[in-house]
């Protein structure tokens, strides 16, 4: 019995029921003062009736200002968090204008029939925003993005939507939220004191509070859908989804911050909009369609990729002369009848097919942005290509952490800004791999022993 009382004193929210008390001791103070300047003005003491109904107002204001904020913060119900927007539309303006008039002409001449129509429309007015908000309650969203998004490549997404309703739901929208303002309200812990202009260790009174402050809200990032996607109808207890395309124009981070269903049912007097705090991100990976500058760069690349790794394998290499130190299991009959001399082949050597991709990010400011969205692009075209062929890849970037999966350098290029650091390309470790450098750096700044087994892209193309 001891162990549950003292389980159900341990729940009980201490902060709240002190509010609570002094919240009826307030108020009890402020109807007691109401009523004795009520018999202090029927008795005909004036100083006495202002004194009375001073310290009302004065309790009921700081009970007011001291319980009903707190109250309002903690009180989290699903109607205050789902809330609705109106906007009017052109049938709306005009049937209120139409509305006014007649109740004008129903004051001025005093006619029933009038007023009868008069109520009727209004009693329209408030059946419809009853049904539309019927509409909108039961219904729940789940969007679903494709993981795997690049830069000007469409991808499908699908919107679906679930009525948990009784009833069918009609003329539904979704659409993005609206933009608010870059001012937002939101609470702070505070403290209560009185007198406030007193040090706090001579101060009568101090309370925990909370206070409302304004702050500036961070830039929002791209939204990722743009449009409004329409279902006409949605059956009881049902759901129905919609495919959409979508499509980036760059690389980058979108960030989705929330949803909107909204609907002019029945009568289209007003748009209501249910705002819903679903939120999505989404990272859209930098271009891989090869451009010119891709196909200017990769035969060059591979030749010398190819040379660097030529040897025993299964992949042919060329077809040459033979050497008086070549073996005669590699002699290409085929070619020898052809020519009339010996031709021996020469394969890669598969086992030894190692690729590094180096992007040495630039300090702020050392290329232009067309500049440097280029030598971004370049890099994730090249090493999605490089990715689709029988070669060992990895990945130096400065501040990469990820793997040798070409999706995590990717991600890394889609997120990636110039930034003050230290040339990667002074530590790199020391690998037989073949290096694939993109850099702002300077001819003299690349190291020497890198020349001979690297292939190296100069962002700032004037060098």
Same mark, same amino acid.
């Given at each position: 019995m001891l162990t549950t009382l003292q389980s159900a004193l341990a729940k009980i929210d201490r902060p709240a029921w002190i509010r609570f008390f002094i919240a009826i001791f307030g108020l009890a103070l402020a109807f007691t003062s109401a009523l004795f300047s009520t018999v202090f003005r029927e008795n005909g003491n004036l100083f006495a009736t202002a004194v009375a109904a001073s310290i009302s107002l004065l309790a009921a204001g700081f009970i007011g200002l001291y319980t009903v904020p707190y109250l309002a913060k903690r009180v989290? =119900?699903?109607? *205050?968090?789902? #809330?609705?927007?109106?906007?009017?539309?052109?049938?709306?303006? +005009?049937?209120? %204008?139409v509305a006014l008039l007649i109740g004008v002409a129903a004051l001025n001449t005093g006619n029933n029939l009038l007023f009868?129509? =008069?109520?009727? *429309?209004?009693? #329209?007015?408030?059946?419809?925003?009853?049904?539309?908000?019927? +509409?909108?309650? %039961?219904?729940?969203?789940?969007?679903?993005?494709?993981?795997?998004?690049?830069?000007?490549?469409?991808?499908?997404?699908?919107?679906?939507?679930?009525?948990?309703?009784?009833?069918a739901s009609f003329s539904v929208s979704v659409v993005p939220m609206k933009s608010r303002s870059s001012k937002r309200f939101h609470w702070e812990k505070g403290t209560f004191t009185f007198p406030a202009n007193r040090p706090a260790n001579k101060q009568w009174v101090r309370w925990p509070d909370l206070k409302l402050k304004v702050r500036e809200a961070a830039p929002a990032a791209d939204a990722i859908f743009r449009g409004s996607v329409y279902f006409p109808y949605i059956a009881s207890r049902s759901?129905?989804?919609?495919?959409?395309?979508?499509?980036?124009?760059?690389?980058?981070?979108?960030?989705?911050?929330?949803?909107?269903?909204?609907?002019r049912f029945p009568f289209s007097f007003l748009i209501k909009t249910r705002r819903l705090s679903i939120t999505r991100e989404m990272v859209v990976y930098p271009s891989v369609e090869p451009t010119d500058d891709f196909f200017q760069v990769l035969p060059m690349i591979t030749g010398e990729f190819e040379a660097f790794v030529r040897g025993r394998g299964y992949d042919l290499y060329r077809i040459r002369e033979y050497m008086p130190e070549d073996s005669a299991r590699l002699v290409d009959w085929k070619a020898t009848a052809k020519s009339g001399s010996l031709k021996v082949r020469e394969f890669t050597r598969e086992d030894e097919r190692k690729l590094r991709i180096i992007f040495d990010n630039p300090s702020p400011g050392t290329v232009s942005t067309e500049q440097y969205e280029t030598a971004i692009q370049l890099t994730a075209s090249l090493?999605?290509?490089?990715?689709g062929t029988n070669t060992q890849l990895s990945f130096v970037a400065p501040g990469y952490t990820g793997s040798t999966d070409v999706l995590d350098f990717l991600r890394y290029l889609a997120l990636v800004t110039p930034a003050e650091n230290d040339s990667v390309l002074q530590s790199l470790p020391v690998t037989q791999d073949y290096n694939l450098v993109v850099t702002a750096r300077a001819h003299g700044s690349v190291p020497t022993e890198l020349w001979s087994s690297s292939y190296i892209v100069f962002m700032d193309k004037t060098q």
């Open positions: 989290a =119900l699903e109607g *205050m968090r789902e #809330a609705f927007d109106y906007d009017f539309t052109k049938e709306g303006i +005009v049937y209120l %204008g009868i129509i =008069l109520a009727a *429309m209004l009693a #329209a007015i408030i059946v419809s925003g009853m049904a539309s908000a019927v +509409v909108l309650r %039961g219904l729940r969203l789940d969007p679903s993005l494709p993981e795997h998004v690049f830069a000007l490549q469409p991808v499908m997404a699908r919107i679906n939507l679930r009525n948990t309703h009784l009833v759901s129905a989804h919609a495919d959409i395309e979508l499509s980036f124009t760059r690389r980058g981070l979108f960030v989705q911050d929330g949803f909107g269903l909204s609907t090493a999605w290509h490089f990715a």
